[in-house]
């Protein structure tokens, strides 16, 4: 696979990434938003708890969302300075150059990890936290079904 090949294939893999995470994002806001209509004429009792509780797995999801994007784009700062400064360094004299590349390659994979460490875990909790969000939405609802009937 050529170079070119592989920039693409990262190119596709960010793209998608990154619209899978929006897509996540407006799912979260509009749920919220929709099952704020639902309850906005009545008096907050106690099976409201549950709705509560899917209220805020929404907002938990919205919020790992945007932390998601924000390790993402910092991802992609440092990858761009990592390319400048090597350019940089690829000036210099080359006993000093390898020097320099090995320590500012440890830095760039120290924060590199870090932020695809945080991009994992907020990812995931975008995720389950809006399926959380649904399955309490759901209980809440059915709650609000039973006691209507009794």
Not at 52 to 74: N, R
Not at 79 to 102: C, F, Q, T, W
Request: aromatic content about 14%; charged content about 20%.
């Amino acid at each position: 696979m050529s170079q070119e090949e592989e920039l693409e294939l990262f190119r596709q893999f960010r793209s998608v990434q990154q619209r899978n995470s929006y897509f996540l994002l407006a799912a979260a806001g509009a749920a919220m938003a929709f099952s704020m209509t639902q309850t906005k004429a009545e008096p907050l009792i106690w099976p409201h708890a549950l709705w509560v509780l899917s209220v805020s797995a929404w907002a938990w999801s919205f919020y790992s969302g945007l932390q998601f994007i924000e390790h993402a784009g910092s991802a992609l700062f440092q990858n761009h300075n990592y390319l400048v400064l090597k350019r940089l360094i690829s000036g210099m004299p080359p006993d000093k150059a390898g020097v320099e590349m090995k320590d500012l390659k440890e830095r760039f994979d120290t924060t590199l990890g870090r932020h695809d460490r945080k991009m994992k875990i907020h990812g995931d909790l975008q995720k389950y936290m809006l399926l959380a969000g649904a399955v309490t939405y759901f209980l809440w609802h059915a709650l609000e079904m039973y006691i209507a009937k009794v």
